[in-house]
């Protein structure tokens, strides 16, 4: 899709999603056709002419103001991830459109690593925008043993959600678990619309999911930085842990996850019989490459 097309699709889709009754507008006037707000009253809340938000809403972003944007996404009731992505749609629209580019594969820094393999008691990972993970301590890759099994590496979250049949066991709800991969997955598009490895990985997951079509459509966009998790281990069984998620400044684009569970909870016996279970494998794994030698 191009820019305007984006630009376009987010807010009818943002648009449709507020009524009149929550916008505090009166709900007299002729027979409404839809049940979101129209273009006219989109624009007397965000204090604008019509005329210029139609033209904003036909993907037309050209020298819009940030007092303008302001206006738009207080009228459309847009959270934080939902304002930053809209900005970062219309930053697209007012740049010199370079070509595609593949992404040169990200390497997690040595010091990071040596963070990462110091939560030893818990699972931790590095990932980036396109939910790759990109190193993990022995703990997580236990926890994510499914995705790390996936011969096509690195191993990618979206990718083991909507295109592995394990997805919907491992994760005890499924459903939340694909819209917030679809919702991190759209924010990332708009940061760098024109990665060509995002683009082939959104690609894949339209032609091989209709499921995933179906919620790319809907163009919702959320942060993903602190929450709940349930699962449903192959080896451990069910562990609800939760998640942070530290970005890293000097490293743009990259992530620290981390998990953890209740004190005293089930979950956090589980955690430690995986961990057990890991530190097993990495046993027997090391006496089989001395054996090799």
Request: hydrophobic share 40%.
């Amino acid at each position: 899709m191009s820019n305007q097309d984006e630009i376009r699709d987010f807010l009818i889709t943002r648009r449709a999603k507020i009524t009149p009754d929550r916008a505090g507008l009166p709900a007299y006037g002729r027979q409404r056709r839809v049940s979101g707000l129209r273009r006219e009253e989109v624009a007397l809340l965000a204090g604008i002419s019509v005329e210029y938000y139609t033209r904003l809403e036909r993907g037309n972003a050209r020298g819009v103001s940030d007092d303008v944007l302001d206006g738009v996404s207080r009228a459309l009731q847009l959270d934080e991830a939902e304002r930053e992505h809209l900005r970062d749609l219309v930053r697209t629209a007012n740049t010199e459109r370079p070509a595609r580019r593949t992404t040169a594969p990200q390497q997690v820094r040595p010091s990071v690593q040596r963070i990462v393999e110091a939560m030893a008691g818990i699972p931790a990972f590095v990932r980036n925008g396109r939910l790759d993970i990109l190193y993990a301590n022995p703990l997580a890759a236990a926890l994510y043993s499914l995705q790390f099994s996936d011969p096509v590496q690195p191993p990618n979250s979206a990718r083991f959600t909507f295109l592995d049949p394990r997805a919907r066991t491992y994760f005890a709800d499924w459903e939340r678990a694909a819209h917030d991969v679809v919702a991190q997955l759209r924010g990332e598009a708009g940061r760098n619309p024109y990665d060509r490895t995002l683009s082939d990985l959104i690609g894949l997951l339209s032609t091989r999911s209709e499921e995933f079509r179906v919620l790319w459509a809907s163009h919702d966009v959320r942060f993903h930085r602190t929450g709940t998790k349930r699962f449903h281990h192959p080896l451990v069984g069910d562990l609800t842990l939760a998640y942070e998620a530290l970005e890293l400044p000097a490293d743009p684009g990259l992530t620290i996850v981390t998990y953890s569970a209740e004190p005293g909870s089930p979950s956090e016996q589980a955690l430690r019989e995986l961990a057990r279970w890991s530190s097993t494998r990495a046993r027997l794994a090391s006496v089989g490459a001395e054996n090799d030698v």
